[in-house]
């Protein structure tokens, strides 16, 4: 238990701070992730007019199926490429976000269970 309002005071300041650390933590982990996603649709957008591109100066209808087939192979590995690694990164943006509280969920709950075994 909590004794006294000093400690009540620390807590407090521990646990706002640890709140704007962790918020940091969040939005550094957000604009990883929003630079990523921009970074992939610009160069899925530039394979993809490339293909368009392959496709219209095709000779023969083989030719171009072969290419489109080829950009959709190539853009489905992609795809589940970049899922993979966005998946990494919300996680690890989670891990860096709890960071902060863990020591103050450990600390609190050392001081209630030594409190309840008195």
Do not use: C, H
């Not at 004794?3 to 604009?31: D, I």
């Not at 589940?80 to 969920?105: C, D, H, R």
Request: aromatic share 12%; glycine share 6%; hydrophobic share 40%.
């Amino acid at each position: 238990m909590i004794k006294s309002f000093e400690e009540f005071q620390v807590f407090g300041k521990e646990g706002m701070e640890a709140y704007v650390a962790s918020a940091t933590a969040f939005t550094k982990g957000l604009q990883t992730i929003a630079a990523e996603t921009a970074d992939y649709s610009r160069k899925s957008f530039e394979k993809g007019a490339a293909a368009a591109e392959k496709v219209m100066a095709a000779k023969s209808i083989d030719k171009a199926m072969e290419a489109q087939q080829g950009y959709a192979k190539d853009a489905y590995e992609a795809l589940v490429g970049q899922m993979n690694k966005i998946g990494e990164l919300y996680v690890a943006t989670a891990k860096e976000a709890y960071k902060p509280f863990e020591s103050q969920i450990s600390q609190f709950s050392g001081k209630t269970t030594s409190s309840a075994s008195k």
